[in-house]
């Protein structure tokens, strides 16, 4: 177990994330631009590419920290050319590849030697890079041939670049990691909060220039509140309880369960955040029109996926299942299998309403389980 002094996210950090906000956008106006299931996975493969990146940096600074001149300038040459990287998001499956893939793969470059530079004399996070970086080098030369080659090509060489990446971080599971628990869990919390800033900024562009009228103001009313819940779904019980397991797991099993609860199991979640966006920003535009099939997806399922996603890091931390998250997630599936004649506005309040009825339940049932322990305590 770690026993450095507990440290925060700092602020280089927060000022890193920033082009993460662009990013997001940027995904998320790919996802509005191909609005079709070829559109769907494209948009997913990027995102996913995308939070690899970042979380490979998260993973380097929870074990470096940001007080040296050597890391803070690469983390501020990571910085400026992920910013050159996310502007090519949009077109990057067309024009834009080889811009994409030469500026992604440079990022994934300073993100491999600062994390071998800031293991330093540390021959224990030597031995677990080891397990690590071998197959981590490969995915970017993927996704760097791939940027130079034609669709399909390219989509096949990136999804096997991603696939790679997975399998890096399940050999990564052999490694000793020592992990700073409070700065991981605040960091993976942190680019939730940009996925949810993201979907506001989105929402609040999509209506520039409308007519301020009342049905304007109730349907931003339900998005936001939609956006509000999915804040609370995340920061409430579960999270406080993949923090605290994350701190007293023993070295072998930290580096696991940080894969697991927040590299792996953080991706839906985001894409979740990302897909709400999408279909809340078309809400707001189109209140009274039923949304059309992908809309309604996104709108419907992005929630889902954030709640069964939290269900799995949940049951792996404490190996219960919040039944009531899991229920509202199959439940919201199937508005977005059923709800095409409701009206864009009307879908979207039943989907806060599922969602809250789901966070209340939960909170009822716990506080009664907590008094019934006290109890018996």
Do not use: C
Request: hydrophobic letters at 55%.
């Amino acid at each position: 177990m770690d026993n450095r002094a507990p440290q925060g996210a700092s602020t280089l950090e927060l000022f890193f994330d920033l082009v993460f906000v662009f990013a997001l956008t940027q995904v998320s106006a790919f996802l509005v631009e191909h609005g079709d299931v070829a559109g769907l996975a494209r948009g997913a493969l990027l995102l996913a590419m995308l939070w690899w990146m970042w979380s490979t940096f998260t993973w380097t600074t929870n074990w470096t920290g940001t007080e040296t001149a050597a890391i803070r300038l690469a983390l501020l040459a990571g910085m400026g050319v992920s910013l050159a990287m996310a502007q090519a998001v949009p077109d990057a499956f067309e024009d834009g590849g080889a811009w994409f893939a030469v500026t992604y793969f440079i990022v994934r470059l300073i993100s491999v030697a600062l994390s071998w530079l800031g293991a330093g004399a540390n021959q224990a996070q030597r031995e677990a890079l080891l397990t690590f970086l071998p197959l981590a080098t490969v995915a970017p030369l993927l996704v760097l041939v791939g940027g130079f080659l034609d669709s399909p090509w390219r989509t096949v060489l990136w999804v096997l670049a991603f696939a790679v990446d997975l399998i890096s971080a399940i050999s990564a599971g052999r490694g000793t990691w020592q992990i700073q628990a409070r700065h991981f869990a605040e960091r993976n919390g942190l680019f939730v909060i940009i996925a949810l800033g993201e979907s506001i900024v989105a929402i609040g562009l999509g209506v520039v220039g409308e007519e301020r009228s009342a049905t304007l103001a109730l349907s931003l009313g339900v998005v936001f509140v939609g956006a509000a819940a999915l804040w609370w779904s995340y920061f409430d019980k579960p999270a406080q309880d993949a923090e605290r397991y994350l701190a007293e797991a023993n070295d072998k099993e930290q580096g696991r369960f940080a894969r697991d609860a927040y590299s792996i199991l953080h991706y839906p979640i985001i894409l979740g955040i990302v897909l709400y966006a999408v279909g809340a920003e078309d809400v707001v535009a189109h209140p009274d029109d039923a949304l059309d099939g992908f809309n309604r997806f996104a709108l419907s399922v992005g929630v889902a996926l954030v709640l069964l996603a939290v269900v799995a890091a949940a049951y792996r931390a404490v190996r219960r299942v919040p039944t009531e998250r899991f229920v509202a997630g199959i439940v919201l599936i199937g508005l977005a299998l059923f709800g095409g004649e409701l009206s864009a506005l009307r879908l979207a309040a039943l989907v806060d309403v599922v969602l809250i009825a789901s966070l209340v339940i939960e909170h009822r049932n716990r506080a009664r389980l907590d008094a019934e322990r006290s109890s018996v305590g």
